[in-house]
């Protein structure tokens, strides 16, 4: 058993209680691979911003769950020598059984989701209070789930949204004593969050999705109030990259996201943590892409993928000065 504090970590606590006072939200942003790591800890370490390095049951599988650790606890070291020790939680992204959660723990994970959403409502509870005694006494942070989101949750597959019911959130924070919750407002995971057929077009021609139901984020704040709130499905899908994508090669459809103008304002309010990943997916194919497509002679990855880490880079420290405004709060 390794502990995080050992290795530099932090739990999600104290910084989520300044994103709430500061009304600023803290990236959650997915890595693989040591190019995102870098391009992560690069931007946030410039910016000043505190960062969630976010690990999916799927990156523990394609990476080693051993690997992964040393990187974050390298990514503690990395920030230092970049000149400032921000704020950095090794997170697992939709954790799906107690087992999962323990072995990250054990492994000097500084804090955990237990995605029970799909779950029914009492055995949700019954897994999440499990997994947060558990955690708890090592001092880990544990995110649960109210409310499904439409798209892909990892293995979960679901057609449409089942938004968060606010009556319920009460009852499952007090049963549970989850540090932080997950809601389901309209965001989705991936690249198609919406059908452009349920989007209008503005003066521009540009399509526009329905808005968030913020109404539903306001009533669970009433019901809750101080306590962080997670946006999970929050990637923006910027056109540019999608262009870029499709035009060396590549084909995606309708590939739509969430405004930024919404996650700024949601950032404000009690969401404390903003989940990105399939942005810098796409940042980073497009980059790829560009240099495959202009330089066919070109065989070293540095070559590919420095670009790419460039391109991440430039995406991260946007989101977190521009939309999540958690940029210079690392202290
Ligand atoms: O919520 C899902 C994240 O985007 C992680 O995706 O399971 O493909 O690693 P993944
Ligand atoms: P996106 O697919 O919108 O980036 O969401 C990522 C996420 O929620 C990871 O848990
Ligand atoms: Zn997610």
Known sequence: MVSYKELGLVNSREIFKKAMEGKY????????????MQAIIQACVEAKSPVILQ??????????????????????????ELGCNI?????????DSFEL???CIEMGFSSVMIDGSHLPYDENVALTK???EYAHQYDVTVEGELGVLAGIEDAVVAEHHTYTRPEEVE?????TNVDSLAISIGTSHGANKFKPEQCTRNADGVLVPPPLRFDILKEVEK??????IVLHGSSSVPQEEVEKINRYGGALKDAIGIPEEQLRQAATSAVCKINIDSDGRL?????????????????????YLGPARDSLKQLYMHKVRNVLGSAGHAE
């Open 25 to 36: 939200a803290i990236p959650a942003f997915n890595f693989n691979n040591m190019e995102q």
């Open 55 to 80: 690990v999916s049951s799927g990156a523990r599988k394609y990476a080693n769950q051993t690997l992964l650790r040393y990187m974050a606890q390298g990514a503690v070291e990395y920030a230092k």
């Open 87 to 95: 704020p950095i939680v090794l997170h697992l992204d939709h954790g």
């Open 101 to 103: 959660c323990q072995s």
């Open 130 to 132: 499990k997994v947060v």
């Open 171 to 175: 009852d499952f924070v007090r049963k």
């Open 223 to 228: 019901r809750i109030p101080g306590f962080p």
């Open 283 to 303: 940042a980073m194919t497009a980059a790829v892409r560009e240099v495959l497509a202009t330089k066919p002679a070109e065989f070293d990855p540095r070559k």
